[in-house]
């Protein structure tokens, strides 16, 4: 998607929204993409599968903590099991919002490639949160809601390493777009529910009307910046035998 500092902008949709022929309301739009356009999709490509195998596929475990001790490890007798690493590895500690750790001498873990002890962990929340290397495993604190807890993941993630990517629909240029921005008057917010359960109250910048196939769309902004990126969340009519139900 590319943004103007106007309330037009272009709206690039790679997997159509609508099934159908292509949309006459952009007829001077090229069939073939050109070759920047193909260069700044393949750098966005690359990007998402980054992405993914850094931040999703290498999960390998989400722990909240309980009030007090927390022990980690491998042995079944840890308060919280950890897929792989030493059997007794250190205890996490939840005090009101704060969690510290103490690391037993066998985990040989590491902040900021310094071998420590016990550390005070900073939450995802403040922006600069810290992350613990044992071994292959990377953690750190996560706040959602009134629960704090200890996301996992495994830098040697199989499923991460053999990862190749996303199947796409072939580009179609009938489907980029030009829409038109509608501002906000800043008051609106949407709650936006998460695989966690939690809600999020999620401020909408504003909305693009376009047209495709002969119809109007409306897709509205969850929270994102006009001047920076949109992000948007549409279902799509063909979920049933191509891709998920929700795309964002």
């Known amino acids: 998607m590319k943004l103007e500092r106007n309330p037009l902008l272009v709206l690039a949709i790679a997997a159509p929204l609508l099934a159908g022929a292509a949309p006459a309301d952009n007829p001077a739009s090229p069939s073939v993409p050109d070759a920047a356009y193909v260069q700044s999709f393949d750098k966005w490509q690359a990007e998402l599968v980054d992405d993914l195998k850094q931040n999703w596929l290498s999960l390998a475990g989400l722990f909240w903590l309980k009030p007090g001790e927390n022990a980690f490890g491998t042995d079944a007798g840890n308060v919280i099991l950890f897929p792989k690493g030493p059997a007794r590895a250190g205890v996490f500690e939840l005090q009101g919002t704060d969690v510290t750790v103490k690391f037993f001498p066998v985990a040989h873990a590491t902040i900021g490639r310094k071998l420590v002890t016990t550390a005070t962990l900073q939450p995802d929340t403040s922006g600069n949160p810290t992350v613990v290397e044992l071994g292959s495993l990377r953690m750190n604190v996560i706040v959602r809601g009134q629960r704090i807890g200890i996301r996992l993941k495994d830098v040697d993630s199989d499923d991460a390493k053999n990862y190749r990517g996303p199947v796409f629909f072939p580009l179609d240029m009938s489907y980029r777009v ?71």
């Open 178 to 248: 030009t829409a038109t921005w509608v501002a906000s008057d800043g008051k609106k917010s949407v709650d936006v529910p998460n695989v966690l359960g939690d809600i999020t109250p999620t401020p909408v910048a504003g909305t693009v009307v376009l047209k495709i196939n002969g119809q109007q769309v409306r897709l509205t902004d969850m929270g994102g910046d006009p001047l920076k990126g949109l992000f948007f969340v549409f279902n799509d009519l063909t979920r049933a035998y191509f891709i998920n139900s929700v795309s964002r």
